[in-house]
C-alpha cells in the first residue's frame, strides 16, 4: 500500500509537509506531480509549489535526481521502504488547488501528493497527523480508521479533496445514501438550514432525472463542500464530491422569504457540479479513459461535458420547484445575450473551442470575445436547440438522449459518434446536419424559432452604450472609464480605440461613466468625439454610434402572453410546470 502521511506543518506560512512511503521500492522509483487537475482544463505547474524534497530508506539518505519540471527518480538500495518527504506551500483559495492557514485547511490531492510511477493501480492511504485543536477533516474518500482514509488507486486518491478545519455539516439521506454538506466561512445570519433543503432537492431531482423514482445513484456517500468568502465564485466536480466557491452574501439569511438572484446562481453551481457525478466523472470523453497527468489531454467533446452540463443545471432548478418558469427563462436568455455578443462565434466552432480549452478559455484576454466561444455557454444553447428541436418533432427528449447514453455505455467513456446514436435513437432521425452546424460549424443557432414554438416570447432590451460601440469597460467615479475590450468589426474598433485606452472626455465634457457621454451628444445618431489617453499620450478619436433599436441589447425572454394549446402544452412538458 502507498501511504501519505500530511502534516499542518506551519498555518502561518501556509505549508503543509508530506511524507510518502513506497514499499518494495525495488532499483529505483520514479515519482511526479500532476501538472493539471481533471475538470479545469489548463496545465497549472503545481510543483512550483512543492520545495525541500528528500529521500530515505531506514533513516539512510538516498539522492534525488530531478528529471523534468514536476519528475523525480530515487535510486534505492535493499527493500527497505523508500519515505520521500517534501513541503506543499498551499495559498490559494480556488476549488483547483490548496489553501492552508490558520482557520482552514483545503487541498486537492493533484496538488499534494507525489505519483509512484508503476504502482498507480495499488491501494492508497491517506494519514493526517496532529491537527489544530477542535480541527475537522471532510472527504468522500473511504475513512480508514482516525485520521485516516483510503483508495483504491491513485486516481481515486487525487479525485477526493479534503477540508480541514472548523465548519458546519448540514446532513440528508436520499435513497439510503447518506450526502452531506460541509460549509467554512458562513456570516452566522446564513440560513443553513434552508440551503440545506434546497440542495436537497436539486439532488433529489437529479438522481430522479438518472435512474426513475427507486434506484440508487453511482456513489456510496457525497459530500458538498462549500467554501463561503467575501467574494468568489465556481466549483470542481470530483467522483462523489464537489468544491465550491462563493461570496456569503450570496446564501440565504435567516427570515429572508425571497430568492435573490446571488442565491439562484449559487443553487445553480451546486447542480451543475452535481450533475457532472454522471456527466464527466462517469460518463466521459474517449479520450479521458486513461488520464495522462503530466500533459494536456484533448478532447472536442467539452461542448457537451460541461454545455449540456450548463443547459442542466439552470433547467434542473426550475423542475425542482426552486425557480419558477419566468426566472428560468431570465437565465436563459442571460446566456443566449452572452453568446450573440461574442463575435468569435463566427471565428471558432464549439468543438475546436473544446480542443483549444487549454490555452485558451483558462487564459482569457482582450481578444478572446473576438477570437473564440464558450464551450459551456454556446454547449448550453447547443442542447437548448437540441432539446426543443426533438420535443417539437414529438419523438423524443434530450432527457432521453442523456439516459440512453448511461445504459448503452454503462456509465463510461463516449466518443461523438455515441453522442449521435443516441439522438438518432431517441428522436427518430439522424441529427448529423444539427451537429455539423451547430458544434463543427459556426451558424447562428435558430433559437428564436424553437423557442417561439413554445410559447416564449423573443425581444431585445435597450442596449447600453458600451453595447452599441462594441466595448467592454470598467468604470467609476474615481477611476474613470477603462477599455477592456474592443469587439470585431465594431463602431469602436472602426475609430481605433484598443483595450487599455483610458477615455478621458467627451465632447470636451470629463467623461466618469460611459453612458455619460449620451447626455452630451448632439443628437440622437451624432458621432461623439472621445479624447483618448494611451501609453502617457493623449489624443481624440470620433467615433459613430448605432441607433438604439439596432438590436444590440441584451436578449429578453418570457412566457409568451397568448400562446396556442399546442405551444403552451410542449412549454409546460419541458419545464415541468
Known sequence: MIRYRLDVADP????????????????EVTVSLPVWIPGSYMVRE????????????????????????????????????????????????SVRTAWLDARRGFFNGTSVFLRAHGREDEPHRVTFGAL?????????????????????????????????????????ELRG?????????????????????????????????????????PYERYVFMLNCVDDGYGGLEHRASTALIAGRRDLPRFGQKETSDGYVTLLGLFSHEFFHTWNVKRLKPREFEALDYSRENYTRLLWFFEGFTSYYDDLLLRRAGLIDSARYLRLVARNAGAVLATPGRFVQSVADASFDAWIKYYRPDENTPNATVSYYAK??????????????????????????????????????????????????????????EWVHGTAELPLRDRLERFGVAWSHE????????????????????????????????????AAGDELLAADGWRLRRLDDALMVQRAADAPIELLVSRDQRVFTVRVDVPPADAGAGPVALAPAASPGAAALALRRAWLGD
Open 379 to 436: 454547449g448550453a444553447l447547443v442542447a437548448l436547440a437540441l432539446d426543443l428541436t426533438l420535443r417539437s418533432e414529438g419523438r423524443g427528449t434530450l432527457d432521453d438522449v442523456m439516459r440512453r447514453l448511461w445504459a448503452s455505455s454503462a456509465g463510461g467513456p463516449l466518443g461523438e459518434g455515441d453522442i449521435a446514436a443516441a439522438l438518432a435513437e431517441a428522436g427518430g432521425r439522424d441529427c448529423s446536419r444539427e451537429l455539423a
Open 462 to 497: 435597450p442596449a447600453s452604450l458600451a453595447q452599441r460601440l462594441g466595448v467592454k469597460v470598467s468604470e467609476g467615479a474615481l477611476s474613470g472609464v477603462q477599455v477592456k475590450q474592443v469587439l470585431r468589426a465594431s463602431p469602436a474598433e472602426r475609430a481605433g480605440l
Open 46 to 93: 503545481f510543483s512550483r509549489h512543492l520545495s525541500g524534497l528528500a529521500a530515505s530508506q531506514g533513516g539512510v539518505a538516498r539522492d534525488v535526481e530531478q528529471l523534468d519540471k514536476a519528475t523525480w527518480r530515487v535510486r534505492c538500495h535493499g527493500g527497505a521502504p523508500l519515505a520521500i518527504e517534501y513541503d506543499a506551500y498551499a495559498f490559494d483559495t
Open 132 to 172: 489544530p485543536r477542535g480541527w475537522q477533516v471532510a472527504t468522500a474518500m473511504n475513512p480508514a480508521g482516525r485520521l485516516a482514509f483510503e483508495a483504491a488507486d491513485y486516481h481515486e486518491c487525487v479525485d477526493h479533496p479534503f477540508e480541514l478545519g472548523t465548519f458546519e455539516r448540514l446532513a440528508f
Open 177 to 217: 445514501v447518506p450526502h452531506e454538506i460541509v460549509v467554512a466561512g458562513a456570516l452566522p445570519s446564513a440560513d443553513l438550514e434552508r440551503l440545506k433543503a434546497d440542495v436537497r432537492r436539486i439532488v433529489e431531482t437529479q438522481i430522479a432525472f438518472w435512474h426513475g423514482p427507486r434506484r440508487k445513484p
Open 12 to 27: 502561518h506560512a501556509h505549508r503543509f509537509h508530506v511524507r510518502l512511503e513506497v514499499p518494495r521500492p525495488g532499483g
